[in-house]
C-alpha cells in the first residue's frame, strides 16, 4: 500500500511536470524548480539540502543549493549561489559565492567571471586571478545544469574547467555509464547514472538524472576506497513559475 501511494504521488508529480515543461523547454528557457533532498550516511538521515533555480531576467537565472548537516560532532551548512546566462544551451556564469559554516574553518568567498574582459576575480584577491581564459569556464554548481542539457543532448561523456577562489583550474570530467530504476522516498525512478572521473580510484562520486524530470538530479552517492561518505535522495520535486521574477 505504501508502496503504490508512492508511485501514485510520483506518477501525478511526473503529469504536472509534463503539463509545465515543454512550453519552457520550447521557447529555449530552463525549467524553474524548487527540489528538496535528504542527506544520509549509512541509511541514516543526517542533513537536509535544498537546490532551487529561478529565472532572474531575459536569459539570466540563479542556481541556489542549501544544505546542513549533523553527524556526532560534525556540522556542516553551506549555501552556494551561482548566476549565469543560458544561450541556445549553453550555461556560462557570471558570479558565484559560497558561505560555509561548522566544524573547521569557515568559508566565505565570491569570484566574478568577466566575459566581455575575459578575466576572473575573486573576493580573496585584490586582482584579477592568474588564470588563462576560456569560454567554457563553469562554476562549482553551474556545471550540474550544463550536465543536465548535455544528457538532453544525448551526450555521454563531459568535461568541464572550474577555477577555484586562488585561480586554481580543476577540469570535472563525468561519464554515463547506464541506466537504473532506483527506489526514493517520491517512488521508483528510471534514472541515467554517471560517474565522475578522478584522477585515482580513491575517491568516487555518481549521480543519477531522472528523464521523465526534466533529467533532474534526484540520487548522489559519494565515496572513498570503496566506503560511503554520503548519499544524497530527493525528497520532493515543485516546479515553479515559468515567469520572470520581480
Not at 528510471?190 to 575517491?203: S, T
Amino acid at each position: 500500500m505504501a508502496r503504490t501511494t508512492h508511485n501514485k504521488k510520483l506518477s501525478a508529480l511526473l503529469l504536472l511536470a509534463g503539463t509545465l515543461l515543454p512550453g519552457s523547454l520550447i521557447a529555449g528557457e530552463l525549467t524553474q524548480y524548487e527540489a528538496n533532498y535528504d542527506i544520509l550516511r549509512k541509511g541514516e538521515r543526517h542533513g537536509e539540502a535544498t537546490r532551487e533555480l529561478k529565472k532572474l531576467a531575459e536569459n539570466n537565472y540563479e542556481l541556489t543549493y542549501h544544505s546542513n548537516i549533523e553527524w556526532m560532532i560534525f556540522s556542516d551548512s553551506r549555501q552556494e549561489t551561482s548566476q549565469f546566462t543560458f544561450t541556445e544551451g549553453k550555461v556560462s556564469p557570471y558570479h558565484y559565492s559560497m558561505l560555509r559554516t561548522g566544524t573547521g574553518p569557515d568559508k566565505d568567498y565570491d569570484i566574478k567571471f568577466d566575459v566581455e574582459n575575459k578575466k576572473v576575480t575573486s573576493s580573496t584577491s585584490e586582482y584579477p586571478l592568474k588564470c588563462e581564459w576560456t569560454d567554457e569556464f563553469q562554476d562549482a554548481i553551474s556545471y550540474q545544469v550544463q550536465v543536465r542539457e548535455g544528457l538532453k543532448a544525448g551526450e555521454t561523456n563531459f568535461s568541464f574547467p572550474l577555477v577555484d577562489k586562488k585561480g586554481n583550474r580543476r577540469d570535472y570530467n563525468f561519464e554515463v555509464i547506464g541506466t537504473e530504476m532506483i527506489s526514493l522516498p517520491i517512488g521508483n525512478i528510471d534514472a541515467v547514472k554517471v560517474r565522475r572521473l578522478y584522477d585515482n580510484d580513491k575517491r568516487q562520486a555518481i549521480a543519477w538524472f531522472a528523464p521523465e524530470m526534466d533529467y533532474m538530479l534526484v540520487r548522489m552517492w559519494k565515496g572513498e576506497k570503496g566506503v560511503e561518505q554520503f548519499e544524497v535522495q530527493m525528497n520532493s520535486f515543485t516546479v515553479t513559475s515559468n515567469s520572470v521574477t520581480p
